[in-house]
């Protein structure tokens, strides 16, 4: 195509269907390295083929949907404490307000029935213990503290040997 021919006679040439003339041009080939050749990458073998869009109208009746009452956490309501008059969900008043003492509201005197005072019996006091009585139980019964003293030794003779074996253990 010339670069004389305008747009006009394009469209005259297009509407005749006279053949179009093109210009070949020869290039000159210069001797290039060859190139690196690449991966061959994997072509799609779907054929696309367009067809005419036909819209199909269905009437469809509207499914009718039940609304479900959702489900309602009796403990998540919020109700008011009946003494003190706190708003506050149905779990805090039943488990916490009363239980640990956060209810503000005056407590309310139980009705408590007269007793009669009953006649306290009055025990014996015991002896107060004092050194003579001590020393004179000692000198009576001489092995109750032979036998104290020997029993502490050895609590005390196993207990180093605990704990040497504890750190024995611990060391390795």
Do not use: W
Request: proline share 10%; aromatic share 2%; glycine share 2%.
């Amino acid at each position: 195509m010339s670069e004389e021919e305008t747009r006009e006679e394009i469209i005259d040439i297009i509407n005749n269907e006279e053949p179009v003339k093109e210009e070949v041009k020869e290039e000159i080939k210069e001797e290039a390295k060859p190139k690196a050749k690449s991966k061959p990458r994997a072509k799609p073998k779907v054929k696309i083929v367009k067809e005419p869009v036909v819209e199909v109208v269905e009437e469809k009746p509207e499914p009718v949907v039940e609304d479900k009452p959702k489900k309602i956490d009796k403990l998540k309501t919020i109700v008011q404490c009946p003494d003190c008059g706190l708003s506050m969900t149905q779990h805090t008043l039943l488990y916490i307000h009363k239980r640990r003492g956060f209810c503000k509201a005056v407590v309310k005197p139980e009705a408590v029935p007269e007793q009669t005072p009953e006649p306290i019996v009055q025990q014996p006091k015991p002896k107060p213990i004092t050194e003579d009585t001590v020393n004179d139980y000692i000198k009576q019964n001489p092995d109750i503290v032979t036998n104290y003293l020997r029993n502490e030794r050895i609590l005390k003779a196993q207990k180093k040997q605990s704990h040497a074996r504890i750190l024995l253990n611990n060391a390795f």
